[in-house]
């Protein structure tokens, strides 16, 4: 397809609209955490990068970050076993009733996070707290789970539908028996889709807020503390360093899994080392 002189400069406005639109707020928040000034006003006069030691020196939000990243590695763990227990059962069998089974497994995905976190508070309350499991990491991670999960069996059900089962046919053929061809063999071809899903699915859980607050009780997140400390003037200033903080952790595990994710020719057999054509 050729493009006419018009069409590439409208392709090339609307792209730098699209940007704009999106990432104009967090460089300005980006630019707010280095205003000298507890006001915010623009343009802004003096700059400094003293509110980075003050968050990093105050108490809580040590406390937040390290909730937040426990919570998302343990939610990223148990996503990654559930969601690729079931992408290989959903690839690798047919059985009545899987399309219902699949769509049932990417709902949580789509439906609104007041609505997920209202059902697991009242779970919680009636069903895990009688058997003492109370508000806190656990119930975090049992929260972010959910939905972390879809985006574990995604990726890997993506992967397994793409790779050819000639490898595990081959593999059986030399001797090899269930459990070391799925170490040897599945394993292997689905590991960069196994490590994109974890890293996306741990970037979804560290700045999830909605069902958070449904799940943790009195502890609080990192997410959790920006929100509850936005109606404070005094903590406006470090409020933008942690949401600068935020932004820059959550680019890492999202560009790494895009990065990772893209179909590359001959992937399925590079992975098992079999020499691509």
Known sequence: MVEGRATRWFLRIATAFVLAFIYFPLVIITLYAFNENITQAWPIENWTTKWFSIAFRDEDVRDAFLLSVKAAVFATLTALVLGTALAFAMSRF???????LSFLVVLPIALPGIVTGIALNATITTVLQPIGIGFGLATIVIGHATFCIVLAYNNVVARLRRTSQSFEEASSDLGADSWTTFRRVIVPAMGTALLAGGLLAFGLSFDEVIVT??????????PIWIFSNLARPQQLPVINVVAFVVV???????YAAQRLAGPVEGDEAKTVGVAAP
């Open 213 to 222: 607050v449904f799940t943790s009780g009195a502890d609080q997140t990192l």
């Open 248 to 254: 820059l952790i959550s680019i890492i595990p999202v």
């Open 94 to 100: 047919r059985f009545f009733g899987q399309n219902a």
